[in-house]
């Protein structure tokens, strides 16, 4: 429909001119022609105010869409995935793996490094007894943790610790994906993480307002 209201203004200028050639061109009925192009011209003078009314229109939902992503959204399961099917004899579904999302404590290391971030890693989950490789990272306002647990079940164990510890105006994320846990201030440390989507498996909270680092 953009494509569409796109092109009348174009349509329109075209229009005038054809109309301008042909006046001139049959000066024996340059009365009819100046009717008709009257006629036309406030007929394509509708049409670009509607354009202009539509496209006002169209801002305003962008806007509303965006404001819709406000506040907080909580997920439990499967949350923002697309399933593969391979459509061979066997007609098999590519499982979710969260290894796929979250990246591993090298690559996540060598990535904030690289940004400059202040990186402290320990063995186990802050202050409890759970011993999970966590890996703190911080830089001005913004911070990036990851807890790698052992299975599944700890990682709900730390989530519950997580929970515990940030409060939700605190960050933009935080989820167990699997057997991984964290915490994200916003979409660029997300990003400067090595993150690439929000595929999730297990209990995601995101709070939309904390989108933008601070």
């Known amino acids: ?12 200028t075209f229009v005038i ?4 050639h042909i006046e001139k ?6 009365h009819l022609n100046k009717r008709i192009c009257s006629v036309v011209i406030s007929g ?10 539509m496209g006002c229109t169209m801002r305003i939902v962008d806007a509303s869409s965006e404001s819709a992503k406000s506040g907080i959204e909580r997920n439990y399961g499967l949350a923002y995935q697309s399933v593969t099917v391979n459509l061979d004899e066997n007609d098999s579904i590519d499982a979710f793996n969260a290894a796929d999302v979250v990246p591993d404590e090298d690559t996540l290391k060598a990535n904030l ?12 989950v802050f ?31 730390v989530f519950a610790i997580y ?25 660029r440390s997300f990003r400067d993480a090595g993150f690439s989507e929000l595929a999730n498996s297990g209990t995601q909270i995101i709070n939309h307002d904390n989108f933008e680092a601070r």
């Open 1 to 12: 429909m953009k494509e569409i209201y796109a092109t009348l203004p174009c349509l329109t």
């Open 17 to 20: 001119i054809a109309i301008y």
């Open 25 to 30: 061109k049959d000066l024996e009925d340059i």
């Open 44 to 53: 394509l003078m509708l049409l670009t105010l509607l354009y202009g009314v």
């Open 113 to 124: 490094e690289g940004k400059d971030y202040e990186i402290e890693q320990t063995e186990t």
């Open 127 to 157: 202050e409890s007894d759970i011993e999970a490789m966590t890996i703190s990272a911080r830089k001005d306002n913004s911070f990036c943790i990851i807890s790698y647990c052992l299975d599944q079940a700890e990682a709900e164990k």
């Open 163 to 187: 929970e515990k510890k940030f409060s939700e105006d605190e960050f933009y994320i935080m989820a167990q994906n699997g057997a991984y846990v964290y915490c994200v201030s916003d979409d």
